[in-house]
């Protein structure tokens, strides 16, 4: 009985010590979107900041005044939270 206890000891530290190595740690890489990288959707933004036609929120007349623009997919739109949401709306209109 106490081989069996001391096998089993042995196979458990050895299982936990091999987990413990398969963990590899990778440094990731994002890309983070700018407005600058999309020169049409800067002139649109613009555009539509600049309108007196369009009716826009509060938030986004500050963030018009500010040049505070919303983050930038990779697709080339703003984020459709917030008042991204809204100035994507604005420019397809």
């Known amino acids: 009985m106490p081989r069996f206890i001391t096998a089993a000891v042995i196979v458990a530290s050895l299982l936990s010590i091999s987990?413990?190595?398969a963990k590899v740690e990778k440094q990731v890489t994002r890309t983070v979107w700018e407005l600058s990288d999309f020169p049409e959707l800067e002139k649109k933004a613009t555009a539509v900041c600049e309108s007196t036609t369009?009716?826009?929120s509060d938030r986004l007349k500050r963030a018009c005044s500010e040049k505070a623009f919303p983050r930038v997919t990779k697709a080339g739109m703003f984020y459709n939270t917030g008042y991204?949401?809204?100035f994507n709306a604005l420019i397809r209109q």
């Open 54 to 56: 369009l009716v826009k």
């Open 84 to 86: 991204g949401a809204e």
């Open 19 to 21: 987990a413990a190595q």
